[in-house]
Each structure stands twice: as C-alpha cells, then as structure tokens.
C-alpha cells in the first residue's frame, strides 16, 4: 500500500481536552516527538461545540466558554511542541503501536512506540436504545443537535422533548432554547433528575420546562418529521404527546472501536478499554484516557486525569519497557453499580486522581466495601449517589491489591 | 409532463423490479417512462430487506419464482461484479435446533435438488462449530448452502435506474398514478404531472400491484403488505459469524436469520407480521423483543453488541405462493406483482421475463443502436477498497481523503458524487442510500449536521 511512514514517539488519538492535556503531559515527561491527530477540522473536541461557559474550573482554575477553553488547550500543547494534526483520521491498525491513518494528503501510517487513545465517548442514539415507532427526521443527540445550531445553523422544529434527565440534557434545552424551540419536557426513568440542583431548578422555574420522572419513551412516531412521542409514565399509563423534536441525551457510550478492534481488554462497565489509574491497558505501550475511560466527564475532570496518562506514556519511552508488571489485576463492581475507573490496577505507583464509581440507581448513605478474595481493602460511606454522575472515592486502596484475583467494589447491605 | 407523443412503455413503480425493466427495455428502441412516487428509486420494499442474494434451495419447486431467483441469482452476480455493487458469496448454514427440525433437512436437500441447485449439504455438528464457534448450544443438525450470498440492496435500483437513464429512459421521480384509462390505441395514466400516455403499461407498483392491477380489469391477487422488522448490530459484531444463518423454514417464512452485511455490519430478523397499512413501517416493542430472543439463542454474544439501527420493511405477500407475473396482449398490460422477499435476486430475470413476453405479445423489440453502459457505482463493501483507503483516488482529489462520516467512513468525494450523479440524492436517506454516511453506530452524533448542511447547499435551487 501507498502508505507515507512517519515514525514518532508518542501518537495519540484524539484532540480533545483529554488528548491534547496528555499529549502535553508527554512532552513534558520527556517525550521527542509527540502528534496528535484528530479526525475533525479543529482541534479542542466536544468543547468547541458547546456555546455554554462553565469550562475549565478543575484544570485551568478560570471559567471559560467551550471554544475558548478548546482554543487554550490547544495554544498550550502547541507551545509545548506537539504536533497537531487535524482532517486526519485513524482507520486502523497494521500491527500493535502501527496506525493507518487517512487524510486530504493522501495515507498515512504512523509508527509510534507509544498510543495513546483519547477518542471520547458519543451519546448513545436513537436506535441502540431500541426505542421503537417509525424513523421520520426530527430525531437528534445532543452532539448531533449542537453541530446543527452552532455550527451549521439548519432549520429545527418548534417543539422539542429531550430524553434524559443529566447534565448534557440540560444543555441540550440551552441549545433548544437558542435555536426557538420549545422544550415540552425532559424525561428520565430516574426517579429523579441527576443534575445539579441548580441547573434543575432554574430549567424547571426559569424556562419552565418540566422534568417527567420514572417515565419512559413508548415510541416515536411520524412520517417525514416526528409528530408524536409516546411516553409511558410511572403508573404504565401511555400518552402522546405532540412534537415535532426529540432529543435522545446522555446516555454515554465510548467511542471504543479502535480499543477494541486492538485487541484492548474491554471493561463491561464503562465498555471502554479496561485501564490502570495512569491509563496503562492490557496491551504493553498502550493507553488509554478520557471519556473513552470514563463516558462521561466533564472536560476540566477529562483534561486533568489525562496528565497521568501523557506521563506514564513517556516513562514507558524512556525505558519503560522494563515494567514487565502489566496490569491484570480488574476491579469489578457489582450491581446497582455501573462502573468503576480505574478498573485494573498494576504496579503504576501513587495515582494523581482519586478513584470514579458510578450507579445506575439512586442510592442514599451507601457504604462501598472493597473487597479482594473476600478480604476487605476499604470501605467507604457516601452521603448518596445518583446516576450518571461520578462519585470519588480515595485511591489508597489500590496500594493494598495483591496481584491476584479481581477486586470487587460492592454496596454493602443495610445492617 | 402532458405529451402528445406518446411513450411506447410506461413503468409504474422504480423499485428493484421496475428499474430492472426499465433498464431492460433500454436494450431497445423505444420511448420509455418510469414513473415512480417517491423521489427517489427504491425507496419502498426495495430498501428494507435482509439484502441475500438467495440461491433459491427453499422455492416452491415447479413456481416462476424458483425459476426466475434461479436466473436472477446469476444475472445479479455477473452484474455486481461488473458494476461493482458490493456482494459477497458468504455462505448460509441452515441450522436446526431440535429433533423435529433435524428430521426436515433431508426435505430441505430435496427441495433444493427439485429446484435445481446441487450444492447444498449436510455437515455434521462438528464441522458445524468449527465454521461457526460463537453459534448458541444446542444445535442439532445443518445444512450449508455454499451460493447464498450478501448484496447492498440499495445499490441495485441506483444501478438499473442509471443504466437505463444513460441509455436515455427518462425517469419520473414524485409522480403518482392515480388511475388508468383506455385511450383510442394506447393507455392514459392520470399523473400529479398530467396525463401520460403509452402504448403499454409495466405495473411493477410492489405493494400497491394490486391497486393497479384494478385499473386495468384484473384481480388475480391481493396485497396484504407482510411487515419485517430487522435489528443492524455494530460492525464490531462482524467475527462473530463467517455466514448467513438461516433456521429451518416453516410454510409461512423462512424464519428469523442472522446474517452479515456488505457493510460489515450483522442483521437480526426480520418478523413477519401480516398487517393491514401499507405504509406503515414502524417497528414495535416486541417485534424488537422477539428478534433478540431469537438472536440470543442463534448467537449469544450478539446482544451484547450496541445496535446501530433498527427498521422494518414491507413484503408484498399474495394469497398465492409464487410471483403474479402476466402479460395482457390484447390489453398491452403486464403486471408484475407479489413480488416476495425474493424479488432483489430476482429482479434481473424477472426484467428479462417480462420484456421477452412482451415482445411475444406485440412489442418490437428492436435493437437500440448503442448498447447500454453498465454504470460504475462507488464502493461501498466492506472487502472492496473504499474511496478513504485508496491511495491513488486521494491523489487524484483531495475530496477522498477528508472523511466527513468517521463511522463509516465516507468521504466528502463521495457525498459530494452522490449529490451529482445521474440519479441523484434529493434527501439525507438517498445520501445514505448511496454512500452509507450517518448509517453508522453514531447516527449523527459527529457527522449528522455536516452531511445535512451538504445536502442542503446542495439541493438549494
């Protein structure tokens, strides 16, 4: 094949804040020749598209707009001497560490001692939700629905529902709001909404939008454009109601394919490339980082727990491949809880960022008890957990596994 | 289009089997039209089905439909493999699943020999899990059937449509027939574009056959539209499987199947539900349950897979158990109706049936004096080397370089062909039809906006 060889350092895939903050994280560590590539025209990921401030709190200790936070993560790994390139995209791989890439300049194939995959996580759509009814036009994700209003300024609808009832589904009624259309309801099958409160109560009294808890999406139904969703609510009642817009949020998904179709051991969790807290994963060389890990954090949380991943990605080029040690050792959790990160532990040493538990079920004054071979490693009690949202847990633990059996994180029963 | 000149053939319907005859008809000198309500080719029954190329092992011995699927299935490979529309020669394996079942093969392999294919055989449970390791426990017995094979449906109409534009058809998209009548020596189709007048009629109107089949004096069937809805696992689900797999029929379906896809995606279905509208396509909760009860036995690790999309299609089933093919002389009429799940394997031979007959029957069928080009369509198979991986094709134009659909992998070039070319996209469904863009596991998330703007930019007046 035709294919350009270009041979670096460091690859890493994806220029989102979690790519371009490891990527930095790399040079930094030491790393010669560190290129980023990223499938989109610009570089700085989901944040570009979300016209909203609030960016940049935990990891650049300022409040930005999406763009502007983009634009500086950028400005930073460029400064740092990495190289960025954009309308290029990873197709696959040739051999472990061997990328195939495709852009305007023709193929490309590089060859890099270390990857580090940042490919993020996507909302999952419509279909892979199995929500039944007829495919008219009208049907968008929150991603989808910000490209259409920011970015291309195509005609929506008047009125809109948006399934789900967590952060980015609140931005989703933001992006609504701009583009004139009326948001009917969010709906959540949650007993409850899973937003800030704040964010809740200004969306519910401010634009007078309510949320429908424990109610369901029946279906959705038109020929051309959507004319009607069916909603089944918390006494299994259904009802129609009219619009000509739907939003399927949150919902997170890794964008995983290039983990998996690398052969990458696959948490069933987060059904990302299951990973150490610096972001080794079961193929030596390798790692992986942001919302590919954990679908989905915030951007500040994504750029700052990457740095771990860019620095172990350069302690492994500088003779690194003498940790012969990988990381096998998974951390498992167990029903109502939803994932865990990080889900393997190695000898990777002190970890910068504490450890991220999810639940899929609301949960008050739970105790978590860490547990290896039936013996306990920690136990912690939370005030309480909400679905999809990420609640810390101290690391220390993590010193304590032996390189044995899985760990498994458990809600321990009320006594 | 009101004209005094009247056509020598009106076609109504441009599904596979109307642009098939379309394209069969432009071998000749003659005026033809084909009309078609939708604004697109094959947009009803055409685009919605399991896309197998079948070999016809399961026909009814002795029918037209063995006959032409028979037929079919050779002209559409050689003519595949010449316009290169993606196919696959997979495979099928028949599976049965318990005792009763395992007593039918040997009918199954009568069957097939009455219809003339020779190459199905049993293999044995062993053979079995070693062609097909993530196949569910408990099989008891199988069948393969080496010819079955995978085909891009939506390819086909696109091809037969372009091949008989080129060679001057004039095609008619957004125009509904309403009704016919008798002029003094030719038909008057009452049109949303005026009257059309032709000396011969081709109802090839798929699910509305029936409908039309009326106008003309005839009843020999009823349509009762036969809905399948089928699940599109992600392409990571592709090893899962090496070959289509087929339960063992039953009198009324062939049962649900999982079989790979061209695109290298796995397909789940499809039901078979006899319902009353004939547009109604929507898919339902347990259609959708059903289908992944069925695929967690035929292939466990299936389910476990993220789906990328869920549709239905609508067969057109008769009361009768072959196709409902006929050429009125007298009347200057040929139906081509009840075209079942079949029909995209045999829409070539059904094509060259039909146009003989009516040659029979008066037409002149004189030679045109330049033969037809099969058109090249892009290529949109998994096995195929794809515009994005083409080296020498980037070089040419930097447009099939920058990818704009990452799922799937489709390039700027591409959409940007598909909005160009002789039978054009009109709407986001022809752009997917012909290029696979927001048909991917993301439907959207990334490139839903960008492609739609194209698409509007492109068909802005």
Known sequence: ?415 | MTDEHAYDVAIIGAGVVGTAIGRQLARYRLRTVLLERSNDVGTGTSKANTAIVHTGFDTQPGSLESTLVRRGHELLTAYAAASGIALERTGAVLVAWDAEQTARLDEVLAKSQANGYHHARRITLEELSRREPHLGGGATGAVTIPDESIICPWSASVAFATEAVGAGVELQLGVEVSHARRGPDDWVLRTTNGDIRARWVVNAAGLGSDLVNAWFGHDEFGITPRRGQLIVFDKLARPLLSSILLPVPTERTKGVLVAPTVYGNVLLGPTAEDIPDRDDTATTAEGIGGLLRAGRRILPELVHEEVTAVYAGLRAATEHRDYQISVHERERYACVGGIRSTGLTASLAIAEHVVAQMGDAGLTLAEAEQEPVVPRLPELGERGTRAFEDAGLIEGDPAYGSIVCFCERVTVGEVRDALGSPVPAVDLGGVRRRTRATNGRCQGFFCGAAVAARLASAVRP
């Open chain 1, 1 to 415: 094949m035709s294919r350009t060889v270009l041979t670096v350092d460091a690859l890493v895939v994806g220029a989102g804040p979690a790519g371009l903050a490891a990527a930095t994280a790399a040079r930094a560590g030491g790393a010669g020749s560190v290129v980023v590539v990223d499938r989109e025209d610009e570089a700085g990921g989901i944040p570009r598209l979300c016209a909203h401030t609030g960016f940049g709190m935990r990891d650049l200790r300022r409040v930005l707009s999406g763009p502007e936070y983009a634009r500086r993560w950028v400005d930073r790994a460029v400064a740092c001497g990495v190289d960025i390139r954009t309308r290029t995209m990873v197709t696959g791989w040739s051999a472990p560490g061997r990328a195939q890439l495709t852009g305007p300049g023709g193929l490309l194939e590089v060859d890099a001692r270390a990857v580090v995959l940042a490919t993020g996580a996507r909302e999952r759509p419509r279909a892979a939700r199995l929500v039944p009814g007829s495919r008219p036009a009208g049907i968008f994700t929150t991603g989808q629905l910000q490209q259409w209003v920011h970015r291309e300024h195509l005609p929506m609808g008047r009125r809109a529902l948006v399934v789900g009832a967590e952060h980015v589904s609140y931005s989703a009624v933001l992006t609504l709001r701009e583009a004139g259309v009326r948001t009917v309801a969010l709906v959540t099958d949650h007993p409850r909404s899973q937003t800030f409160g704040l964010f809740d109560l200004l969306t519910r009294a401010g634009l007078r939008v309510p949320v429908w808890t424990q109610t369901t999406v029946a279906g959705v139904y038109g020929h051309d454009r959507v004319d009607r969703v069916l909603v089944r609510g918390p006494g299994g009642g259904e009802r129609a109601v009219a619009v000509d817009t739907v939003v399927f949020s949150g919902d997170f998904i890794p964008d995983h394919e290039l983990a998996r179709v690398a052969g990458l051991a696959i948490d069933p969790g987060t059904r990302g490339p299951a990973c150490a807290a610096d972001g080794a994963t079961s193929a030596p060389g390798i790692f992986a980082t942001g919302n590919l890990v954990h679908p989905a954090e915030t951007a500040d949380i994504a750029a700052r727990r990457a740095r771990s991943a860019g620095a172990a990605a350069a302690a492994w080029l500088r003779g690194g491949e003498g940790r012969h040690e990988r990381a096998t050792v998974r951390v498992r959790v167990a029903d109502p809880l939803h994932w865990v990160v990080p889900n393997m532990v190695g000898p990777e040493g002190e970890p910068l960022d504490p450890v991220l538990v999810r639940t899929r079920s609301f949960l008050d004054h739970p105790r978590l008890d860490v547990t290896q071979g039936g013996g306990l490693l920690a136990s912690y009690r939370l005030r309480r957990m909400i679905p999809n949202r990420s609640h810390h847990i101290p690391s220390g633990w993590l010193g304590l596994v032996r390189p044995e059996e899985d760990v498994l994180i458990a809600v321990a029963a009320p006594r």
